[in-house]
């Protein structure tokens, strides 16, 4: 027997297995739906309703899952206005299973900064000072990742500066 009539062989039990499975489904339905037809008016009616109620649960679960937007570099991100000698920065965290390489942070799609890698589990600080060109603080707005993983946007925004 040739490998092609074994494939067929296999395929044709397959098949056969499935529209057996499907009969034997379809009969067990019909079975308890003969049952179920058999039942008192009001006992139906309870079944009714605790489907819709069930379903009407279901629906609400469904429509009221908070709907976060995703997060595929499982960064974090934080606008912080550092001391005299740090200044003014985003720290970025790498909280994603693997290390960040050729990695380039873009403030407002024109400000860049360019490092070779973030390794998973550390943070970077994105100095405004250091991005070409720097960027004030107050005219911060997002920031675009690209790395070898993807590429992601984050919204930021510095709070009011400190008095």
């Given at each position: 027997?040739?490998?092609?009539?074994?494939?067929?062989?296999?395929?044709?039990a397959?098949?056969?297995?499935?529209?057996?499975?499907?009969?034997?489904?379809?009969?067990?339905?019909?079975?308890?739906?003969?049952?179920?037809?058999?039942?008192?008016?009001?006992?139906?009616?309870?079944?009714?309703?605790?489907?819709?109620?069930?379903?009407?649960?279901?629906?609400?679960?469904?429509?009221?899952?908070?709907?976060?937007?995703?997060?595929?570099l499982?960064?974090?991100?934080?606008?912080?206005?550092?001391?005299?000698i740090?200044?003014?920065?985003?720290?970025?965290?790498?909280d994603?299973?693997?290390?960040?390489?050729?990695?380039?942070?873009?403030?407002?799609?024109?400000h860049?900064?360019?490092?070779?890698?973030?390794?998973?589990?550390?943070?970077?600080?994105?100095?405004?000072?250091?991005?070409?060109?720097?960027?004030?603080?107050?005219?911060?707005?997002?920031?675009?990742?690209?790395?070898?993983?993807?590429?992601?946007?984050?919204?930021?925004?510095?709070?009011?500066?400190?008095?």
């Amino acid at each position: 027997m040739t490998a092609e009539s074994k494939a067929q062989v296999a395929v044709d039990a397959a098949k056969r297995a499935a529209q057996e499975a499907m009969h034997s489904a379809k009969d067990f339905a019909q079975k308890e739906a003969q049952v179920f037809a058999a039942q008192p008016k009001f006992f139906r009616y309870r079944v009714y309703i605790i489907a819709a109620y069930a379903a009407l649960i279901g629906l609400t679960v469904l429509t009221m899952i908070p709907r976060t937007p995703r997060n595929r570099l499982n960064a974090y991100v934080l606008a912080a206005r550092g001391d005299f000698i740090l200044g003014t920065y985003i720290l970025v965290r790498n909280d994603s299973h693997g290390d960040w390489h050729d990695v380039t942070f873009v403030v407002n799609g024109s400000h860049t900064l360019k490092t070779d890698w973030v390794v998973r589990g550390q943070s970077f600080p994105v100095k405004l000072k250091e991005l070409s060109p720097p960027i004030d603080p107050n005219e911060v707005r997002d920031i675009r990742i690209d790395c070898s993983r993807g590429t992601e946007q984050y919204d930021v925004t510095y709070g009011a500066p400190p008095p």
